[in-house]
Every structure is written in C-alpha cells, then in structure tokens.
C-alpha cells in the first residue's frame, strides 16, 4: 500500500484530554450553521444579484471567506464527512441514502450483477453513520462540551443511528425524509416508538423524531433557529458544540408567502437567477442567521465562539422542471401547484457561472459558500482560496480547541487553522471528491488543476477524463485532457493512490453486460 504523509490521512496518536471544568474562561464554544442546498451563488455575498442576504454580507465582513471550499454532491456524505473527518470513500456514505432502511447484515455494498445493458457495477451507498465511527459530537462532548444537533439530519433512519447515539446530549429531528416533515406547524412527527397510524392512499406518512408542533403555521426555519438559541442560552456558563443543519432550502419549499410575492416583483439584472420561492426561503435562513449572531452577542458569546457558516451540496438547478416525473402523492401535486403559481418552469436556483448543480461532480454541484469567523484569532474580512472541505471541519475544530485529536478515528482531513490565522498554509497537495452516483466518478483538486475521472456506462475498464484549469475556466468548459496527457497521467496517478488508500469500493466489470443491448437503448 502506498504511504504519503501529506496527503490524505492523518492519525493522532494520542487521547483526547478532557475539559477540566473551571479551566481557564472564556470558554470557547463552536457553533456550526449548516445550509442545505445551497449554492455557491446562492446569496448577495457571492455575487448573486437576485437573493437579498444582508447577514451574510455582514457576517463577511467578520470572518474569512473561502473561494475555493467544497462538499461532496449531495448531503448525507457531507454530513458524514463533517462527522468524521474522513473522505466518503472511507465512511461508505456515498449518496444522499439517509433516510433508507439498512442493507441486510453481511450484504455487499457492491451488487454481484446489472441489468446486461450497464458495463460496470456501481457500488452501494452505506444508508447509515457507522456505530463504530467516534464522531466529532462524541469526542467533543467527551472533552467536556455540551452537545446539540438540531435540524436535518439523513444519517441514518433507526433510532440507533440517530443523533443521540452519535455523541449529541440535545437533539431536535425528524426522520426519515431528506427534507422536513412540514415547512409549516403542525410538522406531523411521532415520538420514537410511536404506531403508525393508517393513512390514505396519497398522503405522507408521519415522521418519526423530536420535533414537536409550535403555533398552527410555525415556520421550521423559525423553530430550529428558536431551539439553537435556546441551546445557547442554558449552556452559556460552560463549552459547547452547537451542530445547527437547517432543513432549508431543500424540498418541499415551503415558504413564507409575504417573502415570496416581493421577490415575484423583483427581476434579476444579471438575468441569472429569479425564483421567488428561493429567494423567499434564503431570506428567512439569511434572517435565522442574524437572530444566531445577535444572540451570540447579547449572551456575551461571540468573542469566544468558533462560528462556521458551510453548505451540504451545490445548489439545486434540478428540480420542478418539467420533465420531471410526475408523483402520486396529493401533497405533492399541491406543492407543484404553489411552484408552478410562484416560479413556474424554473429550477430552484442557477449556479452560473459554475457548470451544473447538485449530484454533479462538476464546480456547480461542490463548489459551496464556507465562511468562518473566531474574533480575536481570524483577521476580519479576509478571502482565501484555500481548497478546503467536511472533512477539515473535525481536525481544525480540535486544532482551534487545543484539544488533541483521538487516536482511534482515522482523520483524512487537515487542520485549515493555519490558514484562518494566516501563519501557514495547507501541507496536501490534493483534494478529493469520490461520487460514484448520478454523475458518477471521482475528481481530484490540485492547484488550479482540476481532472474528473468518470464511470461511464459506454465502455468497460475504460475511464472517460476532463481536465481543466479553473483559474482561467470556472465552468469547466475547455477539456485540456488531450492536449495535457502528462497532466492526466499525474493526477490520475494521484487518484490511484487515493483509491488504495481510502478503501475506495470501485465499480467493476458487470459479468452480464452485453453491448448490443446497450446500443439498442
């Protein structure tokens, strides 16, 4: 097996040293502010000229913003990396599956067979966080730290896999759908251990899960935002972990319709983006945002805390279209109906000047907004563009604590505190996203270099390739690969090595296939 100090893993030997309570104050606490779907032109700060986000530009001003961040293509293996601190590859959480019964004990996560007109056998996404992973919440909280993850969670549909078993003392979710119950109160979750009731044909089945109805019309974004301060406020004399995912904007949209008919009236100069539904719910998670910083500040917290504003996946350009399929559910016909009345034909969002959005592998579906702000230790209104990812979230948060990382995680990512403290730069010299799903492949980052290995359902044992150079072609539209064959070569050396050492489930040849059914379709 090949070593590389460097480039990927990195595996502290030495425990974690717990907080002694009356150590030293202020205390430094970590509040991480989780998007989903959110796009990397998805706000005012970023350069959209539709969505109105004054908090975010506000929020600028006091941190360090990267250029450059990413996440994988779709959430539950972001949401693992930031977990674990480890490559999807590793974890096995590959595809947005969170909210899927487990495989089968003993079941292979690589099929034996395909329908004879598919070359390759794709592997399985894992549906679950693996019990045997010692998560972020689990050590912080283990170093003394109050713990609380509220919102989203798509880790893993039974209560096993829930957040209280993964290190968190407060948890406020729902399962098992990748979006919220309801947008709107009464959000139609049971307790764990509740019976299902019957339903009609058509409707949703309740979730399972923490959250409790508020006010008949409650808004979640709202809620969530109540519950972190909340948290923040009963756990303001001692350290804490505050793991706030919001629901928003992912699907089913739910919106605030007085937000909804401004934006209706409101056309985008740069002629990119224009749904008002979007811009609707970006301005309540912009506003969630501001209540969570005003509340640091009223409590006496902001100096003390690490505060990372991040997304899960590029942004959704996908969606409501119409040539999607058509869905039986009642709910979801009146959700298409308020889509149709308010945006019409549009996708949820435009992520121009990047190519795609998310499930792509390319810069649209990775390429995230990352923000990140510690008064007194990250130089204010700051940019970097430092290639960074989930899996630095564990390693820099511990680096930022003073705690030391455990010995028994495998931590594939690298502290980024010295580039928020601007004393030092990154020791890899690559970055990797292995998505074998949708767009499936595996991309590697390095420099401005950017090569996309694909899994082509044409040929077998033959990899399609796109190499750009993103410093002069952000939206991947000039494929060097045939003029750069020594570029190829070096990278997909990289790739190689990156597969070997992460325990990459590669595709294989499907026994089954037949070309000529292939060519027939």
């Not at 947005?96 to 079941?107: D, F, S, V």
């Not at 969606?319 to 009345?341: A, F, L, V």
Request: contains cysteine; negative net charge; glycine residues 8%.
């Amino acid at each position: 097996m090949h070593r590389f100090p460097g480039l990927f893993c990195f595996i502290v030997v030495m425990n974690i040293a717990p907080l002694a309570v009356g150590a030293e104050k202020p205390y430094q606490n970590v509040v991480l502010f989780l998007v989903d779907d959110m796009g990397w032109m998805d706000s005012s700060e970023y350069g959209s000229t539709y969505y109105e986000t004054p908090h975010m530009e506000q929020l600028a001003t006091q941190s360090m913003k990267f250029t450059d961040a990413y996440a994988l293509p779709l959430c539950s293996p972001t949401r693992a990396s930031i977990l674990t601190g480890q490559y999807s590859s590793r974890h096995g959480i590959t595809s947005a599956t969170g909210h899927r019964p487990p495989l089968p004990k003993g079941a292979s996560y690589l099929p034996e067979t395909a329908p004879a007109n598919q070359p390759l056998l794709m592997p399985i996404s894992k549906n679950y966080l693996d019990p045997e992973q010692y998560t972020l919440a689990e050590a912080l909280r283990d170093a003394g730290y109050a713990t609380a993850h509220i919102g989203k969670w798509h880790l893993g549909l039974k209560e096993q896999n829930w957040p209280e078993q993964n290190g968190f003392d407060v948890a406020f979710h729902a399962e098992p759908s990748p979006g919220p119950p309801q947008y709107f109160s009464p959000y139609g979750t049971l307790p764990p251990g509740s019976k299902m009731p019957k339903r009609k044909k058509g409707e949703r089945a309740p979730t399972l899960g923490t959250i409790t109805d508020g006010p008949d019309g409650e808004y979640i974004t709202d809620r969530v935002t109540d519950e972190a301060i909340a948290f923040m406020k009963e756990h303001r004399d001692e350290p804490f972990f505050l793991n706030l995912w919001h629901f928003a904007v992912h699907g089913p949209w739910g919106h605030k319709e007085e937000y909804t008919a401004k934006f209706a009236e409101k056309t985008d100069p740069s002629g990119q983006q224009g749904n008002p539904i979007m811009a609707s719910m970006l301005q309540s998670v912009d506003e969630s945002l501001g209540r969570i910083l005003a509340s640091l500040d009223e409590l006496g917290l902001a100096d003390n805390t690490l505060f990372i504003f991040y997304s899960d996946n590029g942004g959704n350009n996908h969606s409501n279209t119409p040539n999607e399929g058509k869905s039986s559910r009642k709910e979801d016909s009146e959700q298409m109906k308020d889509w149709r009345k308010w945006a019409g034909n549009l996708p949820p969002t435009n992520n121009a000047p990047l190519r795609e959005g998310k499930g792509r592998i390319w810069e649209g579906g990775q390429r995230v907004p990352l923000m990140v702000r510690w008064p007194g230790h990250i130089k204010p209104h700051t940019t970097s563009d430092a290639v960074v990812g989930p899996i630095d979230l564990y390693p820099t948060i511990f680096d930022a604590l003073n705690l030391e990382l455990p010995s028994k995680q495998i931590i594939d990512g690298e502290s980024i505190l010295p580039v928020l403290e601007q004393t030092g730069e990154l020791k890899r010299n690559a970055y990797f996203t292995w998505f074998p799903h949708l767009t499936p492949g595996v991309s590697v980052r390095q420099g401005p270099w950017k090569l996309i290995r694909h899994f082509p359902f044409r040929r077998v044992n033959q990899y399609d390739v796109e190499l750009f150079n993103l410093s002069d072609d952000i939206g991947e539209t000039n494929n060097l690969a045939e003029a750069m064959p020594e570029k190829v070569r070096e990278l997909n050396t990289l790739i190689d090595q990156f597969v070997e050492e992460t325990g990459a489930l590669y595709p294989q040849p499907n026994p089954n296939y037949q070309a000529r059914v292939r060519q027939k379709q």
